[in-house]
């Protein structure tokens, strides 16, 4: 079992000083499963105080009420912790008081999954006492004990069950995932931030979609929006899928990438309030993009997201039914507004979407990959289509006797010149135009 040098150091320096030192967790979930974990956790007999002792001044007090102490190390920070036992819960979240304690195996006790408490050490001791490694071989995601006390205890546990789900592509056990649903009122003792972190790794993971599917109740109490989405007919040809079913495969259509799993999960959340049907039975959903990006706007404030985030976000949202351009001067224009990278995803978006209908209307991913197609050569020949790429600058303008807003005005008719083919982005031509321009100006 391989453990990085600068984790071997803290184990080597806590047992030198006769304490007993363990990697556990995350990290030895991780490295059994073949992942790089993102960050090692030590536990240790040690106290806080004997830790910050043994390490001087390379220790920081981090978190000395949970019994935690943070090591700097060249290769980055390690956190060790001493083994303890968590008293009575307060809230939901978090424990009255944690006591301190000599056995690795009561640590591990206090830990959420079988799969998070296992522990090793440098002897090339192992220990499991939950039988975390045979739920690893098997893909399955356990309590520690009793589910419904455990999601009791901590209402987050709820999500971090469901985004192990998501993200290792894990089963949860029957008895585990009962208790999810019958605790998950839990999680409104969680606080907003706390549920974004979760929730955004769990949409990004590979099972989200089938995550989501198997408990929309659960998402449901902080985002009772979806619900409404949940076995809505949509009563139109285009539609194989209910708009929760659609809003699912979607989802799983794009890159695992939070923005984008997040945008085609609320894309069609406005469905269910735009519905009508017509006389022959068709159903619409005039107008659904509006309120689908209201609502989302909404949602993302909520769980207190990120401006930008939320931004792109709801823009995907507002975009994902306007007709895709397929012409080198709407692709331009769409540059203009979206950027690369959004109009990157408003494609992903739509060909996702697309790919969440009937079969027989997925020949509209052609026009998408025309529009790609567009884009990549556009790029490639650095079209023009932002006033940082125009041959020539607010400078050139101020030295051909423009001044005040006019510079900026005559900056913005030169781009939609160049971006409508009528000027080529070239300096010699556009100084030309202007200073034409500027001749018929003083001459009338
Ligand atoms: P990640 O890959 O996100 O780092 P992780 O399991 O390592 O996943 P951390 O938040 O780094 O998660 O926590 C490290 C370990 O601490 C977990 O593996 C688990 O043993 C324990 N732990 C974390 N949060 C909880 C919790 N809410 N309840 C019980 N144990 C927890
Ligand atoms: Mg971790």
Request: with cysteine; proline share 4%; glycine share 8%.
């Amino acid at each position: 079992m391989e453990t990085p040098k600068h984790v071997e150091y803290v184990l080597t320096i806590l047992e030198a000083a006769g304490h007993a030192a363990w990697c556990v967790g995350g990290c030895v979930r991780d490295a059994l499963l073949g992942r790089t974990p993102e960050d090692w956790d030590v536990t240790t007999s040690a106290r806080p105080e004997e830790t910050l002792a043994v390490f001087g001044s390379r220790a920081l007090p981090t978190g000395l009420k949970h019994g935690t102490v943070t090591i700097k190390t060249e290769e980055g920070p390690v956190e060790v912790t001493t083994y303890r036992i968590d008293g009575a819960y307060q809230d939901h979240r978090h424990p009255a008081s944690v006591t301190f304690t000599r056995s690795v195996d009561q640590d591990l006790a206090r830990r959420d999954f079988t799969v998070n408490a296992m522990a090793w050490n440098l002897r090339g001791e192992f220990r499991d006492p939950w039988g975390g490694r045979t739920d690893l071989e098997k893909k399955v995601l356990r309590c520690v004990g009793d589910p419904d006390r455990r999601f009791q205890e901590d209402a987050l546990r709820i999500l971090r069950g469901l985004r192990f789900g998501a993200t290792l592509g894990f089963s949860i056990e029957p008895g585990t995932e009962e208790a999810i649903r019958r605790n998950r009122e839990g999680l409104r003792d969680i606080a907003a931030e706390r549920i974004q972190v979760e929730f955004f790794k769990l949409l990004a993971g590979k099972q989200a979609a089938e995550v989501l599917r198997s408990c929309p109740e659960v998402f449901g109490v902080f985002w009772p929006e979806l619900l409404a989405m949940v076995g809505f007919d949509q009563k139109n040809r285009h539609h194989c899928y209910d708009v929760w079913e659609h809003t699912l495969h979607a989802l799983a259509a794009v890159p695992g990438d939070p923005v984008l799993r997040c945008a085609m999960l609320l894309h069609d959340v406005g469905k269910p309030a735009s519905f009508t049907l017509d006389e022959m039975g068709v159903g619409h959903f005039y107008g659904h993009p509006a309120v689908s990006h209201q609502m989302a706007e909404e949602m993302l404030r909520r769980l207190k997201c990120a401006t930008e985030f939320r931004e792109t976000v709801v823009r995907l949202v507002e975009w994902h039914d306007k007709d895709i351009p397929r012409t080198d001067k709407s692709i331009r224009r769409a540059l203009r507004i979206l950027g690369e990278e959004d109009l990157r995803r408003l494609i992903l978006v739509k060909r996702a979407d697309n790919l969440g209908q009937a079969p027989e209307f997925w020949d509209r991913q052609k026009e998408l990959d025309k529009a790609e197609e567009i884009l990549n050569r556009l790029l490639a020949e650095d079209a023009c289509f932002s006033l940082k790429r125009l041959a020539v600058n607010g400078r050139d303008l101020l030295a051909l006797g423009l001044s005040g807003p006019a510079v900026g005005r005559a900056l913005e008719e030169l781009l939609e010149k160049v971006m409508d083919g009528a000027l080529p982005n070239e300096r010699e031509v556009l100084l030309a135009y202007l200073q034409r321009d500027l001749g018929t100006e003083k001459g009338t």
